[in-house]
């Protein structure tokens, strides 16, 4: 079982930048693909981007390739999610998740931070 927990969201302006953090409690090759998703209100959940902690090597969803960065911390504990030019439309309930590497299939889920963008 490994626990994941997201921190970093709140309230910021349009144009501005978050930068999300997921404490992920294992490190190991049975856990080394991290996924942030995020579900905007009364719409589905979505991928955004996942990252192999062991190889550090990243994959991005098609529509979030421009201003989304994901990255980890050198302890490869803490996986980042970095948002830049933010838009009203990328408010939502930001999650990460172990992933399966070449897939968006998700288990282990945190428990999700908040994103508002007010204009």
């Known amino acids: 079982q490994v626990t994941l927990l997201e921190s970093g969201g709140g309230p910021v302006q349009a144009g501005g930048s978050l930068r999300l953090s997921c404490a992920v409690s294992?490190?190991?090759?049975?856990?080394?693909?991290i996924g942030w998703f995020r579900q905007p209100p009364g719409k589905e959940r979505e991928g955004i981007a996942r990252?192999?902690?062991?190889?550090?090597?990243?994959y991005y969803a098609d529509s979030m390739k421009d201003r989304f960065t994901i990255s980890q911390n050198n302890d490869r504990n803490t996986v980042y999610l970095q948002i830049n030019s933010l838009k009203p439309e990328d408010t939502a309930v930001y999650y990460c998740?172990?992933?399966?590497?070449?897939?968006?299939?998700?288990?282990?889920w945190g428990q999700g931070t908040q994103v508002t963008v007010s204009s």
């Open positions: 990252l192999d902690r062991v190889l550090d090597l990243a």
């Open positions: 998740a172990r992933v399966n590497c070449d897939t968006w299939t998700a288990r282990d």
């Open positions: 294992v490190y190991s090759a049975s856990v080394s693909c």
